[in-house]
């Protein structure tokens, strides 16, 4: 089986303002990482573009006719202080959508066994009706909600290692006992949601906070003792990973400490888990990573990771 990489060149259209973070050069980085010999194994496919009535599984569609109506014909507009919509921005937004629902349906027709998704921008920080921290559109809850619709999956586990909480995928699947949406995240930090208290009406949601300085040993731990008992107990039909790599140590936008071994060992321990219950079924998606040396060779760690099966 093999492991498939979707991206598509419009990825690198999102423009955001000079010195922003979230900016193309994040994608320039992946592809020269995923250009080296080691990676030529990889199935390699476009990310399509979603239609938008795919959206609405996750978010209303008067929200989503208003985000369309909005994108600018020249320049840029300003959703918040940290998200911006260029005259390009529209199809990239689409296309990871597409790419996350797609990569859905390649793992359960058995195409592939597992797939990260590169595409820009992120989703996790989207909830349902308010874009914001450089999001749209939730591209795994707009996966998750698809993997349930389509190819009848009873149980979805999300789980998101980005240094920032998802609160926009803990807004969606809040009231949901078919997602398990579980987190780790440094806390204090944007967006000020992820507390362990805070575990949804059907006790699916699970934070685990990390603190600024943390580290490899900390987020293990977090993973052994917290997440990884209860995706077990949960049993998923398919797990999909929001893949921040903004916890590197050297990211510009937190202070956690990890490094590229964390990152391969989560994904071989999300992995045997998947095998377990989920005939292997894994999706990754791209969020955040901000420093482009940590987020390639994090990036890179994460999919050889895959890779090996």
């Not at 204090?188 to 949601?205: F, S």
């Not at 699970?206 to 008992?229: C, K």
């Amino acid at each position: 089986m093999t492991t498939l990489l979707l991206s598509h060149p419009s990825a690198l259209e999102h423009a955001t303002p000079l010195g922003h973070p979230e900016r193309a050069d994040r994608i320039r980085a992946l592809d020269e990482e995923f250009g080296k010999e080691e990676y030529s194994m990889l199935a390699r496919e476009e990310a399509p573009q979603a239609a938008l009535d795919v959206v609405t599984l996750a978010h209303p569609a008067e929200y989503a006719e208003k985000l369309h109506e909005i994108v600018p014909m020249e320049g840029a507009v300003r959703i918040d202080g940290d998200t911006v919509m260029s005259a390009k921005s529209w199809q990239p937004i689409m296309r990871a959508v597409g790419g996350a629902v797609y990569a859905v349906d390649e793992v359960f027709a058995g195409k592939a066994s597992n797939a990260f998704v590169m595409m820009r921008p992120p989703g996790h920080h989207a909830e349902a009706a308010t874009p914001m921290g450089f999001c749209f559109f939730n591209n795994v809850a707009i996966a998750a909600r698809h993997a349930r619709k389509k190819h009848g999956a009873e149980r979805v586990a999300i789980v998101d290692f980005d240094v920032h909480h998802g609160n926009g995928t803990q807004d969606i699947f809040w009231n949901d006992p078919a997602v398990l949406y579980s987190s780790t995240h440094q806390m204090p930090l944007y967006p000020g949601t992820g507390a362990k208290n805070e575990t949804g009406a059907a006790n699916t949601i699970v934070n685990a906070p990390l603190s600024s300085g943390d580290g490899g040993t900390q987020f293990r731990e977090a993973f052994n003792t917290v997440i990884l008992p209860r995706i077990n107990n949960f049993q998923p039909d398919l797990i999909l990973i929001s893949a921040g790599f903004d916890a590197h140590r050297n990211d510009p936008l937190a202070n956690l400490n990890l490094v590229e071994d964390d990152f391969a060992w989560v994904t071989g321990k999300l992995m045997e888990l998947a095998d377990k219950h989920a005939k292997g079924r894994v999706v990754s998606v791209l969020e955040g990573g901000y420093d482009l040396e940590g987020l390639a060779r994090s990036a890179g760690a994460h999919v050889r990771t895959l890779m090996r099966g």
